[in-house]
């Protein structure tokens, strides 16, 4: 049965709760997890693998997740460059120099940067279901919901499918814990994509779990305006990166599709892009894909 050491480690005036498994003195992988969710969402079964294979891995909730500290953002708004520094407080917290960074959606923008700006502390960089993190998809956005054309020189933006599930989710009751697990358990099933088969029970027992723990399940809303907070050091060229890159995404993504990936790869002159056929935006949830995941990371940090 895999054992973590839970941790809570601080970062200037945040509390970060982390769970470290496997040998201390191993290769350190630290996984980074997406917009609002928990760091729970990198699944035991592939942090066992990549246990087995002989590495450490790191795992936390990000601020406003989890057991970790919430923040009032009015009175201190962050962004990128401040959820970077609480995944460098991590590996702090720990004694962890350098590491295999691992990480999906906004937790590979934040790989992005920390590869970029502090790049001592990347051994690899593995950049999973990403966009790249200068690119502000807000315009794109618009465009889709007015139902324009998108403009010749931006990213793709997310699938009808997906931004009709917003509008969706928008009017969606969640006046109880019942509705409100209900509503998630959506919004991860459009995620999964729609050729691969969902595991509906697992992802509920997931978003149970998530609720339970959660110390502010609200604060999660807070990423999204962080998300759209654009500095200077977010517009830095990918160009910058040394890191050895892989940059991995599903064929199936309803929220970046494939040419973000592939613009993530383009950008980075490490990059090896492998594009995952039938995958979504979140691979977790289908059969099969966390073995697969797991097997390419190893690979990528061997």
């Not at 973590?4 to 201390?24: A, C, D, N, Y």
């Not at 959660?214 to 962080?226: F, T, W």
Request: charged share 20%.
């Amino acid at each position: 049965m895999l054992t973590g050491e839970e941790k809570f480690v601080r970062r200037g005036h945040v509390r970060l709760w982390t769970e470290r498994f496997g040998h201390p003195d191993h290769p350190t992988v630290l996984l980074i997890m997406g917009t609002s969710t928990q760091g729970i969402g990198w699944p035991d079964d592939l942090v066992e693998a990549l246990v087995d294979s002989g590495r450490q891995v790191i795992r936390f909730d990000h601020r406003d997740t989890g057991r970790s500290d919430s923040v009032d953002f009015t009175a201190h708004p962050y962004a990128l460059a401040d959820l970077t520094a609480d995944a460098a407080g991590v590996l702090d917290g720990h004694g962890v120099t350098a590491a295999h960074v691992v990480g999906t959606s906004l937790g590979a923008a934040i790989g992005q940067w920390l590869a970029l700006h502090q790049a001592s502390r990347v051994r690899t960089l593995t950049a999973m279901a990403s966009s790249p993190m200068g690119n502000n998809p807000g315009p794109a956005w618009a465009r889709a919901m007015a139902g324009q054309p998108p403009a010749a020189d931006e990213l793709p933006p997310p699938t009808a499918w997906f931004l009709g599930h917003l509008m969706d989710a928008a009017k969606a009751p969640r006046a109880t814990a019942r509705q409100r697990v209900d509503a998630d358990v959506r919004t991860w099933r459009v995620l999964n994509g729609g050729v691969l088969p969902f595991d509906e029970p697992a992802a509920r027992r997931f978003v149970e779990h998530c609720h339970q723990r959660a110390d502010n399940l609200a604060a999660a809303a807070n990423h999204d305006l962080a998300g759209r907070r654009w500095d200077d050091d977010r517009r830095a060229a990918l160009s910058g990166i040394t890191a050895a890159t892989l940059v991995l995404h599903g064929s199936d993504d309803p929220l970046f599709p494939p040419a973000h990936g592939e613009a993530v790869a383009a950008q980075i002159p490490t990059a090896r892009l492998e594009i995952v056929p039938g995958m979504g935006h979140h691979p977790f949830f289908s059969p099969g894909l966390t073995e697969r995941i797991a097997g390419s990371i190893i690979r990528h940090t061997s």
